[in-house]
């Protein structure tokens, strides 16, 4: 394993890690995303670690930090070595996340280890069906999801626009209603609240934290996971056994912050889908004359979804420490090392994948992506994402109602197009679609 050089650790710092963790890790500052956008930041730093590979090898790079043992992962044969390896000896419970994520759910499985880990992910995925496509709940969740999109679909058909704003307001609405209950739908404040500890969180050695912001956000959590309304996943939490470890309520506010990047993820997915004709008539046929009351899978808008996401990656870096010595092509790296791989520039990298800059849902249905450590929108091994299903079966089946009645052309003049490549960054904020009715299936 190599070491890069004084010079080389302070470009990676300054075109990598820095903007990184400058647009907000757990919650974006749209400021700064815009900023990175304009600058084409993502591909500037996929240059940079395109240039550190061929000068050092694709093995992990170790950077030289005071305060911290560094390496990032540069090939995708190492991320297959780190997600598979998790948590042992490659623990998700990295020093980065302890500091930031125990701000407001400090028993959260990701910041676990041990019995303790291996005791809430097994409530997380019992509470989110990981395994099933459709959840035990999904026609419950559906009617849900339904309802608001039929709202989000008036007020479109009244000005012919769309936009992030009001879509995320209709979105949050679905987020509270499936995780907390139809009692929270319009809750703003505990969404306001969260989002309050996790730009707090962003700042995570930096900023004491917001301990009245946070006793707030559990009296509210409290109440709803106490009268576990029927339908919600709260009610599953109430239901599902527990251990003396598995501290239920700190596993909720995973769940409420991840579904907003998912948001993020379905509306990118759909300025593709109005920007590339032919995946839009492959959707649009995939959803007429389907009664989208009942739940079921949608396997070419999950494949959309999950490839805006290979585009854009909401988790921009996947961390891990490592929990004992390991020998890495010879090198030893001691406990406590951390490992970093950088989505932005492995689910791109044009040097491994033809389709790099592409929008190409293809590589969702045909196996291809299964078989590449490149393409982990939802991390993989025994570490990825247990909601994954959950997420794929609201965002399809949102998408699937807005498509199903409107059609959508892009008009905030992103270049999104088919003949060039896609950007590396693409804030969702300044993305606004103009919507014509389509006639009735």
Same mark, same amino acid.
């Given at each position: 394993?190599?070491?890069?050089?004084?010079?080389?650790?302070?470009?990676?710092? &300054? %075109? !990598? /890690?820095?903007?990184?963790?400058?647009?907000? $890790? +757990? *919650?974006?500052? #749209?400021?700064?995303?815009? =900023? @990175?956008?304009?600058?084409?930041?993502?591909?500037?730093?996929?240059?940079?670690?395109?240039?550190?590979?061929?000068?050092?090898?694709?093995?992990?790079?170790?950077?030289?930090?005071?305060?911290?043992?560094? &390496? %990032? !992962? /540069?090939?995708?044969?190492?991320?297959?070595? $780190? +997600? *598979?390896?998790? #948590?042992?000896?490659?623990? =998700? @419970?990295?020093?980065?996340?302890?500091?930031?994520?125990?701000?407001?759910?400090?028993?959260?499985?990701?910041?676990?280890?041990?019995?303790?880990?291996?005791?809430?992910?097994?409530?997380?995925?019992?509470?989110?069906?990981?395994?099933?496509?459709?959840?035990?709940?999904?026609?419950?969740?559906?009617?849900?999801?339904?309802?608001?999109?039929?709202?989000?679909?008036?007020?479109?058909?009244?000005?012919?626009?769309?936009?992030?704003?009001?879509?995320?307001?209709?979105?949050?609405?679905?987020?509270?209603?499936?995780?907390?209950?139809?009692?929270?739908?319009?809750?703003?404040?505990?969404?306001?609240?969260?989002?309050?500890?996790?730009?707090?969180?962003?700042?995570?050695?930096?900023?004491?934290?917001?301990?009245?912001?946070?006793?707030?956000?559990?009296?509210?959590?409290?109440?709803?996971?106490?009268?576990?309304?029927?339908?919600?996943?709260?009610?599953?939490?109430?239901?599902?056994?527990?251990?003396?470890?598995?501290?239920?309520?700190?596993?909720?506010?995973?769940?409420?912050?991840?579904?907003?990047?998912?948001?993020?993820?379905?509306?990118?997915?759909?300025?593709?889908?109005?920007?590339?004709?032919?995946?839009?008539?492959?959707?649009?046929?995939?959803?007429?004359?389907?009664?989208?009351?009942?739940?079921?899978?949608?396997?070419?808008?999950?494949?959309?979804?999950?490839?805006?996401?290979?585009?854009?990656?909401?988790?921009?870096?996947?961390?891990?420490?490592?929990?004992?010595?390991?020998?890495?092509?010879?090198?030893?790296?001691?406990?406590?090392?951390?490992?970093?791989?950088?989505?932005?520039?492995?689910?791109?990298?044009?040097?491994?994948?033809?389709?790099?800059?592409?929008?190409?849902?293809?590589?969702?249905?045909?196996?291809?992506?299964?078989?590449?450590?490149?393409?982990?929108?939802?991390?993989?091994?025994?570490?990825?994402?247990?909601?994954?299903?959950?997420?794929?079966?609201?965002?399809?089946?949102?998408?699937?109602?807005?498509?199903?009645?409107?059609?959508?052309?892009?008009?905030?003049?992103?270049?999104?197009?088919?003949?060039?490549?896609?950007?590396?960054?693409?804030?969702?904020?300044?993305?606004?679609?103009?919507?014509?009715?389509?006639?009735?299936?």
């Amino acid at each position: 394993m190599n070491t890069a050089s004084v010079a080389d650790t302070l470009r990676i710092g &300054a %075109l !990598v /890690l820095g903007p990184t963790v400058a647009r907000g $890790v +757990l *919650a974006r500052r #749209p400021r700064v995303v815009r =900023l @990175a956008e304009a600058a084409d930041a993502d591909r500037r730093a996929g240059r940079l670690l395109q240039r550190m590979r061929a000068k050092y090898g694709p093995g992990p790079l170790m950077l030289r930090f005071p305060v911290r043992r560094l &390496a %990032l !992962v /540069l090939s995708s044969d190492d991320v297959g070595r $780190v +997600l *598979a390896g998790s #948590p042992e000896p490659f623990a =998700l @419970a990295s020093l980065e996340k302890r500091k930031a994520l125990g701000r407001f759910q400090p028993h959260g499985v990701l910041i676990s280890t041990g019995a303790d880990r291996a005791e809430r992910r097994a409530f997380n995925e019992a509470v989110l069906d990981t395994a099933q496509p459709v959840h035990r709940y999904g026609e419950t969740i559906c009617v849900k999801v339904r309802e608001e999109a039929e709202l989000l679909r008036e007020q479109i058909g009244r000005t012919g626009e769309l936009d992030w704003d009001r879509f995320r307001v209709a979105w949050w609405r679905v987020i509270r209603r499936v995780v907390l209950g139809d009692a929270a739908r319009d809750d703003h404040e505990i969404s306001d609240l969260l989002t309050t500890l996790r730009m707090n969180a962003n700042w995570s050695y930096a900023r004491p934290p917001r301990r009245r912001v946070r006793r707030r956000f559990a009296e509210r959590l409290r109440h709803y996971l106490e009268e576990a309304e029927p339908g919600s996943l709260a009610e599953l939490v109430a239901r599902t056994p527990r251990s003396d470890r598995t501290e239920p309520a700190d596993q909720v506010p995973q769940w409420l912050f991840a579904f907003e990047p998912a948001g993020m993820a379905a509306y990118r997915a759909l300025a593709l889908l109005a920007t590339h004709p032919e995946q839009a008539r492959r959707a649009r046929e995939e959803v007429d004359g389907r009664d989208l009351e009942r739940p079921q899978e949608l396997p070419f808008l999950r494949a959309c979804v999950q490839e805006s996401v290979r585009l854009w990656p909401t988790t921009m870096a996947v961390l891990r420490d490592t929990t004992t010595e390991t020998v890495w092509d010879g090198t030893r790296m001691p406990a406590g090392t951390g490992l970093l791989i950088h989505t932005p520039f492995l689910q791109r990298d044009e040097e491994t994948l033809p389709y790099a800059d592409t929008f190409a849902p293809w590589i969702w249905l045909d196996g291809t992506a299964q078989e590449s450590w490149s393409d982990i929108p939802f991390s993989g091994g025994p570490g990825e994402c247990p909601g994954r299903n959950l997420v794929l079966l609201t965002t399809s089946c949102f998408l699937a109602m807005l498509i199903q009645r409107h059609d959508f052309r892009l008009v905030s003049g992103q270049p999104l197009t088919y003949a060039r490549p896609l950007p590396r960054t693409l804030e969702p904020f300044g993305l606004r679609l103009r919507a014509r009715p389509r006639a009735a299936s």
